[in-house]
């Protein structure tokens, strides 16, 4: 049996969570449709089956909504004149407030009032009835089909000024709310958008402009000074400092040069690169981030799912509510035209656009914020979960610490020369250490001497002649046993070795002459870090590591750590963590997505340490902090308790402007206008407070 073909596109039009939902009914509907999703928050359509662009489209004509393939970029800015909905909105506006002065001019009920009211209802209306009409045939109901009962219910009792009113407010609600998730949506179309479309190739010795997609892997990319990279790949010529900020949240530009890995979306700063592609369009870093933030706001938050649920059952309940509204009290002799202009009333006012777009509107923005920033949330559920953690588990090397030996103490009456020996022997070693050393002196911008008879002695160090005299350079215990070492000097040893460090010391012609201390150092932010985590309300915070005890211990200390547990193999950190969720519920676990991949799995919530395109990091966790910057985790965990906050505040606001309209019943005061402010105001509130997310920064 053949496999269906799984095809995805870009959506226009698409402003409402209802009609999103209806929509994808539509598209399952189809004979040859074996699913699909509609991902309301990246405007994106999934279909598995056989389904034309013309098919898709037929099945969100209700709304208007057009498709495009998903290769093809963000359509332009369409200039408000030349959209026809605000047209049709304007003209609306114009009948109504002159059929409003012939209603003061002469009274109401006036036949030329009457007319000015329904072209107003039906220039505004068009597309809500439209829709309404074929809902109400299906008996399908949601918010224009509600719409359309009070207008015609208007109608028939002869409110034609409020029905007016209600189709002009209804049109403004949904253009605004059309602009607040066009708003909330456009942290992926700038990322979207940062690629360049074309970029500058060298092909037979000529160079020559070609479409971003067209682009072959070993192709050579020519990108001059201010140009955007556009595509993953190595340096072959030149040095630059290039701008990374779009993948990895990073301000500091980063000083790239031959054999260096660049990213696509980042800007060329100051000098000429030649760069070799290594990867296709569709497997570049940024794709990559792009297909996992809008796969985040697809999947939806527990609190999503569960305002879905409620939605399903709230709708028919008001539904009841207002036929009760209108016909019990006339029932007991109340006027039958009052009642079921209230009973119209309570239809419009219960209409859950508010409380269905809630939830999503706030994971969007929060998730787009969060990739600006260089921290990738791969879904509402972990946005959630974030904002309840209680614990974070910390990996150590390449986590806490920078995850590289450096060179933490020198000890010799003449430290430049003593480096310049020391560093002249270990060039020829490939041990970390040594290579510590090396970079080391580099660094301090000394020169090595030349080296004769260079011999590694295996687990203890090496050994040569400088000048003449026999240096040997490597272990405590192997150095004491060829040299004198007094007891001050290995007192001081100690006490750095209880700190971390790893100290090896060099004699000439066996006698000692100093000694160099190594260590993994801690990242200058950890501590801060931590600091600020605390002061977030996380109450424990322990370091999980296969170093050794003395090592770790002597980090935790310095870091302030809860608790520290050392000697760990993968499993056991993987045991560390189920029990740390069996004390504390909720549990982080931070480490460098490749051997902590048990631990990140098993946690609540698994964060990766992941420099810009590591995949494992973005395969393995939940979380990926792109810049290996551990000062974005506080801010990730501000953010997601920031939005559980507003998801909450939009749940009230949504229900309560609508129970305060629903009171209005009761001593008669509920119109068909302040029904739809109600509603306008609910889903208005909701999207605004939500737009706060995008102000959240580092």
């Not at 996992?292 to 309940?317: G, M, N």
């Not at 939009?650 to 008669?668: E, H, R, S, V």
Request: charged residues 20%.
């Amino acid at each position: 049996m053949e496999k269906a073909v799984k095809q995805e596109y870009r959506l226009e039009n698409l402003s409402c969570a209802n009609c999103a939902m209806k929509f994808e009914h539509n598209i399952k509907s189809l004979p040859e449709v074996e699913n699909a999703t509609v991902n309301f928050g990246a405007s994106k359509v999934s279909v598995i089956g056989k389904a034309t662009i013309e098919d898709i489209e037929k099945a969100g004509a209700f709304d208007g909504i057009k498709v495009t393939t998903v290769k093809q970029r963000q359509s332009e800015k369409v200039p408000f004149f030349k959209r026809k909905e605000n047209v049709l909105t304007v003209i609306s506006f114009v009948f109504l407030v002159i059929g409003i002065i012939a209603s003061l001019t002469y009274e109401e009920s006036h036949p030329l009032a009457i007319g000015l009211f329904i072209v107003s209802i039906a220039v505004g209306g068009f597309d809500l009835f439209k829709g309404g009409l074929v809902n109400l045939s299906r008996f399908y109901f949601d918010m224009k089909t509600l719409m359309t009962i009070a207008i015609i219910g208007a109608a028939i009792i002869g409110e034609w000024r409020e029905g007016a009113v209600v189709v002009f407010l209804f049109a403004v609600s949904e253009a605004l709310e059309a602009y607040s998730m066009n708003k909330a949506r456009q942290s992926i179309s700038q990322l979207i958008d940062i690629v360049p479309p074309t970029a500058t190739i060298r092909k037979n010795g000529k160079l020559i402009e070609v479409d971003t997609d067209f682009i072959q892997i070993n192709d050579v990319l020519i990108v001059k000074p201010g140009q955007k990279i556009a595509m993953d790949g190595v340096v072959l010529k030149g040095t630059s400092a290039v701008n990374q900020a779009s993948i990895t949240g990073e301000s500091v530009p980063v000083t790239k040069s031959i054999d260096d890995e660049v990213f696509a979306g980042t800007l060329n700063e100051e000098g000429s690169l030649e760069v070799k592609v290594t990867k296709r369009v569709e497997d570049t870093t940024i794709a990559k981030i792009i297909h996992l933030v809008e796969e985040a706001q697809a999947e939806k938050a527990p609190s999503q799912k569960f305002v879905d649920k409620f939605a399903k059952y709230y709708t028919p309940a008001i539904i009841m509510i207002a036929v009760l509204v209108a016909i019990v009290p006339p029932l007991f002799g109340a006027d039958w035209q009052t009642w079921i202009y209230q009973g119209l009333a309570v239809l419009v006012v219960g209409c859950p656009c508010a409380l269905v777009v809630s939830t999503p509107v706030a994971i969007v923005t929060a998730i787009g914020n969060a990739a600006k920033q260089g921290v990738l949330i791969k879904g509402g559920i972990h946005l959630e979960e974030i904002g309840r953690l209680q614990a974070i588990a910390f990996d150590k090397t390449g986590t806490l610490t920078k995850g590289y030996p450096e060179v933490t103490h020198v000890e010799a009456d003449v430290p430049k020369e003593f480096i310049q020996k020391v560093m002249s022997i270990e060039t020829y070693s490939q041990h970390p250490l040594a290579q510590a050393i090396v970079k080391y002196g580099a660094k301090e911008h000394i020169h090595q001497v030349e080296i004769e008879q260079f011999q590694s002695v295996t687990g203890k160090g090496a050994e040569g002649l400088v000048d003449g005299t026999k240096w040997a350079v490597g272990s405590v215990s192997w150095i004491s046993s060829i040299s004198a070492i007094s007891n001050e000097v290995i007192t001081k040893i100690e006490q750095l070795q209880m700190e971390g460090n790893t100290v090896m010391l060099a004699s000439a012609d066996g006698v000692y002459q100093g000694f160099i201390a190594v260590a993994d150092p801690i990242r200058t932010t950890s501590k801060n870090v931590l600091e600020k985590l605390k002061k977030a309300g996380i109450q424990h915070t322990v370091m999980l590591t296969g170093d050794d005890k003395r090592t770790a211990n002597a980090i935790a200390v310095k870091l302030g750590m809860t608790a520290v547990e050392a000697g760990l193999m993968p499993e056991q950190k993987l045991s560390a963590i189920k029990a740390l969720k069996e004390k504390y519920g909720t549990v982080a676990m931070v480490g460098d997505g490749v051997n902590d991949s048990p631990a990140l799995a098993a946690a609540t919530v698994g964060i990766a340490m992941g420099g810009a395109g590591t995949d494992a990091a973005l395969e393995t966790a939940d979380v990926a902090l792109m810049a290996d910057d551990l000062e974005k985790l506080p801010y990730t965990i501000r953010l997601s308790r920031k939005a559980l906050h507003i998801i909450k505040e939009n749940i009230m606001f949504a229900l309560g402007l609508k129970i305060i309209a629903l009171l209005l019943i009761i001593p008669g005061w509920l119109t068909l206008w302040i029904a739809i402010f109600a509603d306008m105001g609910a889903t208005l509130l909701v999207v605004l407070n939500s737009l706060r997310l995008l102000k959240i920064n580092k």
